[in-house]
Structure formats: C-alpha cells, structure tokens
C-alpha cells in the first residue's frame, strides 16, 4: 500500500513568487493534515480536513496560505505571495479513523522541503 | 495551551551506548503521547505510543513510560546502532485525536 505522497520534495523559489505543494493521502483516509516545521523549530499543525471540508484550520499562519481538497482526495496548499519566512519542511499526514476517536495515529509523507530567497 | 518540550540536540553517542532523550509535556486533560523518527530522506514514522498514564510503548528496542506525575515521556534504548541515527520528536495529541503537538526534535547521530 502507498503511503502519504508529497510532491515537489524540494523547491526553492524568489519571494513574491507562488508555489503550491501536493499531497495525496493513503487511499481511503478521510483525514489529512497539514503540518510546517520552521528551520529548527517543532512542527506545527496547520490544518486539518476531513474529506473535502475544513475542519479545524486554526494553525493557518495568515491568508497567504491556502488549502484545498477538492472531491476528498488529494489536497493542495498554496503559498501567495512567498516570504522568506515561509521556508521550512511542510508534512502532510492522513487518517483513517474518524474524527473524535482517542489514540489516533496519523501517517506523515516525507515532507515537501521549501526556500524562499 | 497544550506544549512539549523535549531535550536539544544534537546527540552523538558510540554505538551500543545507553540512549535518553528527555520529553516533557504540558497538556490537561485525556492525552496521547508518541515519538515520531525522522530518518535521513524519509518522512516522519511512529516509532512508539502511549494512550493512557503509566503504559509503555515499545518498538525496536527503544522504550517510553507516559508518566503523569511528572508529565513525562522520555525515549530510551539500551544499546543504540548505527541505523538509530535519526531524528526523535516527541508529541501529544489531545482526547479528539486530531491535533497534534510535537517537540523542536533530537538528532541522533550514532557512530561505529
């Protein structure tokens, strides 16, 4: 079984510009997850869908950052416009347990490596 | 809030050497607690969990006791290998399961 994908694994892109990072999700998850870990710092969530709705995206650092997943599969996040201080490791993760259930594990991708210069 | 804190790295220890990777937590309520590896090139993997005070999780030797009393949850093994070097992050999530907290990370880095 194919777990978490992420794609591109790397980029590297000018401030000002757009980037947008793709995860697919372990087929049959309901839940994904978006998580950043900042050079150095914890990783922090930043949102979380089931199917195509947002559930809880209280970790969005501001409307520059934009997630979608459209039809409840895989999911997007877009950068506009980048800022230096967007750099960082962006994971996203998915579930296939239900919403409210104690001990959830969620499965994380490699991670999608992005500079902002 | 809900936080943990787990002990900066880097680590460098010889192999066969005794490992302890302090975490500590700040959270009410019904918890979660895990450690989560980062390998060279890979994502992030459950290493071991703990769902409720006093259980041990266990998983390639390496062990963690969630310790209400005094909110901890650090990683130990007995004799590290080469193959351990990694990244360690502590993390909890609340009763809902769906949020998680992880620590800043510890680099392992285990030589011959």
């Known amino acids: 079984e194919a777990g978490v994908t992420q794609f591109p694994s790397h980029s590297v892109i000018e401030k000002g510009q757009t980037v947008t990072l793709r995860c697919d999700p372990i087929?049959?998850?309901?839940?994904l997850y978006w998580y950043r870990r900042v050079m150095g710092k914890e990783i922090k969530f930043l949102l979380h869908?089931?199917?195509?709705?947002?559930?809880?995206e209280s970790g969005m650092p501001n409307n520059r950052f934009l997630a979608e997943r459209t039809g409840g599969t895989y999911s997007t996040l877009k950068v506009q416009p980048a800022e230096l201080e967007d750099s960082g490791v962006y994971f996203c993760?998915?579930?296939?347990?239900?919403?409210?259930?104690?001990?959830?594990?969620?499965?994380f991708g490699e991670g999608s490596w992005l500079t902002v210069v | 809030g809900n936080s943990v804190t787990q002990m900066e790295g880097p680590v460098t220890l010889s192999e066969e050497a005794f490992l302890t990777i302090n975490c500590t937590y700040t959270?009410?309520?019904?918890?979660?607690l895990f450690w989560y590896v980062q390998y060279p090139g890979e994502g992030l993997q459950l290493l071991l969990k703990?769902?409720?005070?006093?259980d041990k999780g266990s998983n390639k030797g390496f062990e963690a006791t969630y310790r209400k009393e005094t909110t901890s949850f650090h990683l130990e093994k007995g004799s590290v290998q080469v193959s351990d070097s990694a990244v360690y992050f502590c993390?909890?999530?609340?009763?809902?399961?769906?949020?998680?907290?992880f620590g800043t990370g510890t680099s392992l880095t285990v030589i011959p």
């Open positions: 993760a998915s579930s296939p347990i239900g919403t409210g259930l104690f001990g959830n594990t969620i499965y």
């Open positions: 087929s049959g998850h309901d839940n």
């Open positions: 869908f089931v199917k195509e709705s947002k559930q809880d």
């Open positions: 959270a009410t309520g019904y918890l979660s």
């Open positions: 703990a769902t409720k005070a006093d």
């Open positions: 993390a909890l999530s609340d009763r809902t399961g769906n949020q998680f907290y």
